[in-house]
Every structure is written in structure tokens, then in C-alpha cells.
């Protein structure tokens, strides 16, 4: 049995950044992930659009976009704030830039130059690796179990241990929820893990499917539940995704959970008023087909024309009624069924409660077992809050590990 201080499990932001703290304090680390390589799921983020690291708003407007778990994570921001965040990119050599939305990226966009420096900076002050073991729960001693690399039982006693096991999205980062059951079993309290920030199905006809699934529709302006936001959606072969939908997914699925259904609208003309869509409408059609009308006279893309038509049986498509037509191109009802699967979504709903961790993110019925990032019951839209509330997560937790080792 091999004698270790600190036990981190999971090599993603969260268990990364409590490393760095914890070696910084002269601990022995050793960071334990099933992948052979850390990082994984934060260098998707970066390879998906840029970076976004966290986010410029004031504090005040920051910490509400947690919503319920916003009273649990306020400690944690406070402490470890974006500005704090920024700071410690720049110190790894990494400058920031904030987006015209208020966003945070590094200069790069991408995360690999920032991963690369940052586990330089971990190897310099000492943090141990053992990549390729799987945790697989606690032995009657309390030991950790894992699976190492040549399937062999590995056992390890820790001092204290993160859980740092993030959510149940993209699994092939290693990130695959199988610490739910675990934990079920040690009667820690959890709430069921559920896609965030993720498309939605919707039951599209084969001509959709096959022949729009992989393109995006821009501009576009996206309704629902009173909230509208501009930007593109991309079309899936079952249903939608992108960022607008991402923004929009928090209420679209409550909306799923109790009606079973959620009905979004599309503006599918966003340069135009009604009016000057009305105008335009009117222009002779002579012998064009209805398709061929809609793109030239009204300016539709192929997709936004199909999309009509899918949504709006043949027969009550107002062909001939401009007024109801330009209506219905500016706010095209689509109907959707379901969330898309967690495997897709960008992060999960659910995780441990919070009922179940003390001030400093330690399982109450689990001492010096700290929990931080993804895996928790928490949840925040896209716009950096999800990465920000990792490593805050991460520092509370690594703060609490201290005081536990002073005890
Ligand atoms: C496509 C995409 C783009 C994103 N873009 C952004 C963005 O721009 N901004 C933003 O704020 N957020 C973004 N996110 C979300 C962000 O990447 C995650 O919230 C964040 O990585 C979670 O960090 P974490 O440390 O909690 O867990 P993770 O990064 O998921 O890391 C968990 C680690 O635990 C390991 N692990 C899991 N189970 C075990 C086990 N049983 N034994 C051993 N190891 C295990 C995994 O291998 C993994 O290395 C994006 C996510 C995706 C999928």
C-alpha cells in the first residue's frame, strides 16, 4: 500500500487548480485520473469556439446566474473571484481579453498553450501524476480503491481526498459520471445528473434529418418564455443545438420536465420588421414556385423555407395571406419533445447536494473526503460561469483541506 498525503481524483480544472494550492502549501499531491492524459474535456472547451474562461459582469450580477445554488457558491466567488482568475492566467503567461459580451477569453482562445504552462507549473512544485487508475470507491478501511493501468487493484490511503470527478457530458474526456453509484452507495445525497447547456429534439421528417442535420441557421433570433436572443442555431438529426439554444436550455427544460413539451419561436427574417417584410412579400410571384417566391421575394435561406414548411402543414401554410405569412416568418413556432442526450450536452445538471457538504465543499459523512467543480449540484449557463465556478469550487475545497490537515 503506497502512503500518500493528498489524494486528488480527477484531473480536470477543478482537481487541477486545488493541486496547484495544496503543493503550493508544501503537500504531497498526487492527481489520479482514469485517462491517460489530464485536462481533456477543458481542452474541448477551448477547441469549441475560444476559451471562455469566466466572465467581466460586476460581482453582484455574477453570482445570481447560479440561481438556487447560488447561495451555496457565493462563498467560493467571493473568495476566488474572476478578477482573481484572470490574475492567475496572466501569471502563466496567459493575457485575457474580454469579448464584446462581456466575456472573458484568453488572448490565445485556445486552452492548450494555458494547460501546457499550467502543468509546468504543477511538475515544478512537485504534484505526483498516476493517470490510467480508475477510482472505484472506498474499502472497509477507507482506503481508496482504483483500477491502475494493467487492470491491477491499486489501494491508497490519503490524508484528505478531492473529489474532482466533473459531470456526466462528452465521456470520451473521461468525465462519465460512474462516481454516481459510488457515492448512491455511501448514502451521500445527490441530485440525478441531467443535461445543461444542451440541444433539445425535436421529432424533424426525414427530409430535415437528412438533408439539414450539420447546418446552421443565422441569423436568427430565438423566443422563448419571454427571453429572445439573437445568433445561429445548428440543425441535428434529431433535433437542435448551439449556443442561443444553450442560453435558452435552463427554462426550455423545466418547461419539458412539467408540461412535456416546450414551444419556441423563430424569427426567421431578424433584419426585417414585419412591415418591410410585408412590403417585400407583396413583389408579383408570377410563375414562381411558392419555395422559389419565399427566397427571392422574401429573402429566406433554403433551411428557413423548409423549416416553414415543417413546421406548418401544406394545407395552412396562408400562401396567399402576406399578412399571416410575414407573421408567421417572424416568429415560426417549433415544437420540441426532449432534451438531447447528456452525452452531447455542453455541462450537467445534478450532482452532489449541497445539503451534503459542509461550508467547505467536505462530505458530512465522509471526513476529509472534499468535493469541488462539475460533479456538485450546481448549474449555470454558458458565458464562463461554468468554468469559474470549477476553480472557485476548487480553491474553497483546497481551503477547506487545509484547515482539516490543521485540526
Ligand atoms: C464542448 C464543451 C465546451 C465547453 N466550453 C466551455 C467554456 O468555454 N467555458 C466554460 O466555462 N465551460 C465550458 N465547458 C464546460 C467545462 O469544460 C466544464 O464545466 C469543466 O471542464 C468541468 O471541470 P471539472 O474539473 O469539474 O471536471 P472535468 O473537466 O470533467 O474533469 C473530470 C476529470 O475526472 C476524471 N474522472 C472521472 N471519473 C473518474 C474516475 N472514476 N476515476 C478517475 N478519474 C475520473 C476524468 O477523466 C476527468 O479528467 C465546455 C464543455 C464542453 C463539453
Known amino acids: 500500500?503506497?502512503?500518500?498525503?493528498?489524494?486528488i481524483i480527477g484531473g480536470g480544472p477543478a482537481g487541477?487548480?486545488?493541486?496547484?494550492?495544496?503543493?503550493?502549501r508544501g503537500l504531497v499531491v498526487t492527481v489520479y485520473d482514469a485517462k491517460p492524459t489530464v485536462g481533456r474535456k477543458f481542452l474541448m472547451a477551448g477547441a469549441h469556439g475560444g476559451l471562455n474562461l469566466t466572465h467581466s459582469e460586476p460581482l453582484d450580477s455574477f453570482i445570481p446566474r447560479y440561481a438556487e445554488a447560488a447561495e451555496h457558491l457565493s462563498g467560493a466567488l467571493k473568495a476566488f473571484t474572476p478578477d482573481l482568475l484572470r490574475a492567475w492566467c496572466h501569471g502563466l503567461g496567459q493575457e485575457t481579453f474580454v469579448g464584446t459580451s462581456g466575456r472573458v477569453f484568453p488572448v490565445g482562445?485556445?486552452?492548450k498553450d494555458l494547460l501546457r504552462a499550467w502543468f509546468k507549473r504543477l511538475s515544478d512544485l512537485g504534484v505526483h501524476?498516476?493517470?490510467?487508475?480508475?477510482?472505484s470507491g472506498w474499502n472497509e478501511n477507507g482506503h481508496l480503491l482504483f483500477v491502475g493501468p494493467d487492470g491491477q487493484d491499486v489501494e491508497v490511503s490519503a490524508e484528505a481526498t478531492l473529489l474532482a470527478l466533473g459531470g456526466a457530458s462528452w465521456p470520451t474526456t473521461g468525465s462519465d459520471g460512474s462516481w454516481y453509484e459510488i457515492l448512491e452507495s455511501e448514502n451521500i445525497a445527490l441530485s440525478p445528473l441531467r443535461p445543461a447547456n444542451c440541444g433539445f429534439e425535436v421529432p424533424w421528417s426525414p427530409y430535415i434529418s437528412h438533408r439539414f442535420a450539420g447546418q446552421p441557421l443565422k441569423p436568427v433570433m430565438?423566443?422563448?418564455?419571454?427571453?429572445?436572443?439573437?445568433?445561429?442555431i445548428m440543425i441535428?438529426?434529431?433535433g437542435m443545438e448551439g449556443s442561443v439554444i444553450y442560453a435558452l436550455s435552463g427554462a426550455m427544460r423545466k418547461a419539458l420536465e412539467v408540461e412535456g413539451k416546450a414551444t419556441l419561436t423563430l424569427d426567421l427574417r431578424m433584419g426585417l420588421s414585419h412591415e418591410e417584410l410585408v412590403e417585400r412579400l407583396h413583389a408579383p410571384r408570377r410563375a414562381l414556385s411558392f419555395s422559389n417566391y419565399l427566397r427571392k421575394a422574401g429573402g429566406l435561406s433554403p433551411l428557413a423555407i423548409?423549416?416553414?414548411?415543417?413546421?406548418?402543414?401544406?394545407?395552412?401554410?396562408?400562401i396567399n395571406d402576406i399578412e399571416a405569412l410575414a407573421a408567421l416568418i417572424k416568429a415560426l413556432p417549433i415544437i420540441v419533445t426532449n432534451t438531447a442526450t447528456l452525452a452531447r450536452a455542453i455541462s450537467t445538471?445534478?450532482?452532489?447536494?449541497?445539503?451534503a457538504l459542509d461550508d467547505f465543499f467536505m462530505l458530512r459523512r465522509k471526513p476529509g473526503v472534499f468535493v469541488a467543480g462539475e460533479m456538485m449540484d450546481w448549474d449555470a449557463p454558458t458565458g464562463g460561469y461554468l468554468l469559474q465556478g470549477c476553480f472557485s469550487t476548487a480553491v474553497a475545497a483546497a481551503q477547506g483541506i487545509l484547515n482539516h490537515l490543521e485540526k
Do not use: N
Not at 16 to 24: D, G, P, S, Y
Open 236 to 238: 441535428t438529426e434529431k
Open 109 to 111: 482562445m485556445q486552452s
Open 16 to 24: 487541477l487548480m486545488a493541486a496547484e494550492i495544496l503543493a503550493a
Open 129 to 135: 501524476f498516476a493517470l490510467k487508475h480508475r477510482w
Open 222 to 232: 430565438v423566443t422563448f418564455a419571454e427571453r429572445s436572443l439573437q445568433g445561429e
Open 306 to 318: 423548409a423549416l416553414l414548411r415543417e413546421a406548418i402543414p401544406s394545407e395552412k401554410l396562408p
Open 349 to 355: 445538471a445534478g450532482g452532489v447536494k449541497f445539503e
Open 1 to 7: 500500500m503506497q502512503l500518500i498525503s493528498i489524494v
